[in-house]
């Protein structure tokens, strides 16, 4: 397999250099041209692929380390200016066989240091960390999906925007019951103002944002501008007591809680005085009361609109793609809450492995449904950072989803994607259920045989049985337009399987298999927030798996 190597700071190797594009060697002699003399700097290697542009990112203390027995190309220039070469250079040569060609590796120097942020991958000697400032390695495989090049959280946001400017980010029902749409421009702008907004405020590097409220723009916004001024997002469940509410803001070191109204923060209230850390308490539904320290949400959007960008971009070149980003309370059933520490990458490859999985198209018109709590990993995930990576439309539904409206907002977005835990298509078989035993006996005993013909095809279809004629009449009931069911399973259940089966039929994402989201990223990057004690109980690797 023949590989181009920068041999030294003059020349390629010239067999393998005429086998590329010329697009690809006008950005490897942009890159040369900037090389001037060897400097001692940390060494990233790249490798080129037809399927996957990026084999490698590894931060390594010495050049001579560096993989495939290649020298490093020593640059001295700004990392962020190779970088930007390097990552049109990957673009260009994705999915391009060169004459035949397999891989292409390239070698070379870039700067890694602490302000060449967010898409930067900074030292770190260990695969998992329990300080908040701390950061851990990346460590991946060769090829496939773990071999996906790293991007931060504010890398995706920027980039989505860029390239998707127009499209629908997020829509949410205003005045009227009439949908509100918001681009991604706008969004983006949104999410920058409300950042600078927080710094403002008081936010620290490394201290978090609680935020306690039902799906919405704001829950949103405040999340991803918490990460993009330096803070962890940490939501809470709504259902929380004020005590925990309290343990989750005192063990993340809250300098803001973002509340939706008046009943979540009347919680907040009675534990401010126990809260050293906090700063700013806001309100994004209702009117708050007339006291210090606590701000609507027009209030910190024209606040963060006042500001300059100086300190966020300066915040920004410090963010690292291998450090803690947001935490992830458990709900607290058995014992205080405790917190998950996930990096940008546990959280943007995440999200880029589900959507390759349900081969996404980005910016091809998919629709979400936000419902599930955003508190919890899953809804994360799939409504916020897929969405990010695939350019797609979230749809926010009503507070009362989960207690019957859900099914209205289903029929009127008919959504593309949609992530259902157990009891979400538990309550859609009982309806289908329960519609179907109002039938008389004759139409009850068609629909009985061809549910059943319907089951039966495809256990013959998974054994090698020939095709057989299967009805599908559930399918325009419940699938309708929806390409792919994400199911977030707990438990296992027979019956239920059996109905997915049957309305999904050998789609990829079926019953029989296990298709969990999963945090596997370059897992885990945290172990439990501020509690050291706790590591030696748990294994944990740092590996994409």
Known sequence: MTSLVLTDSSQLRADSFEKLPDQIISKVEAMRELAEKPHTVEALSYHVTANSPIKEWAPHADQSVISNGGLSYPVNQDARKVTELEADLNQQSTRIKM????????????????????????????????????????????????????????????????????????????????????????????VRTCSKAFLKLGLKRHHSVCILGFNSPEWFISDLAAIHAGGFAAGIYTTNSPEACHYCAENSQANII????????????????????????????????????????????????????????????????????????????????????????????????????????????????????????????????????????????????????????????RPTRFLGVPRVWEKIYEKMTRIGSQNGAIKRSIATWAKGHGLQHNLDKMNGATKELASSEPEEEVQDVVKEEIKDASQKMITMNEFIDELFQDRKVSAGVTNRLKSEVNNLLLVIANLEWQVQQLTLENTRL
């Open 258 to 413: 973002v509340v939706e109204d008046q009943t979540q923060l009347d919680k907040i209230l009675q534990i401010r005085e126990r809260l050293p850390e906090l700063k700013a308490i806001i309100q994004y539904r209702g009117t708050p009361p007339d006291t210090p320290g606590i701000y609507s949400w027009d209030d910190v959007m024209k606040m963060g609109q006042e500001e300059s960008d100086e300190e966020l971009e300066q915040v920004l070149k410090t963010i690292a793609i291998n450090e803690c980003c947001t935490l992830v309370y458990t709900s607290g059933t058995v014992g205080n809450p405790k917190a998950v520490m996930l990096s940008h990458d546990n959280l943007t490859w995440s999200a880029h492995v589900v959507g390759e999985y349900l081969h996404v198209v980005p910016g091809s018109g998919e629709k979400l449904v936000s419902f599930l709590p955003l508190s919890h990993v899953a809804a994360q995930c799939v409504d916020i950072h897929l969405a990010l990576f695939e350019a797609a439309t979230v749809y926010f539904a009503d507070k009362d989803a989960l207690k019957g409206s859900l099914v209205n907002t289903l029929q009127e977005v």
């Open 99 to 190: 004459n035949g060609i397999q891989k292409q590796t390239i070698n070379f120097d870039s700067r890694a240091t602490n302000l060449d942020g967010p898409n930067q991958v900074l030292p770190a000697d260990k695969l998992h960390t329990v300080l908040p400032h701390g950061r851990v390695k990346l460590r991946t495989e060769e090829e496939g999906l773990a071999a996906l090049r790293p991007i931060s959280v504010p890398g995706v946001l920027d980039r989505t925007a860029e390239q998707y400017p127009e499209a629908v980010a997020l829509a949410h029902k205003g005045m009227g019951g009439t949908w509100q749409q918001i681009t991604f421009r706008d969004y983006r702008t949104a």
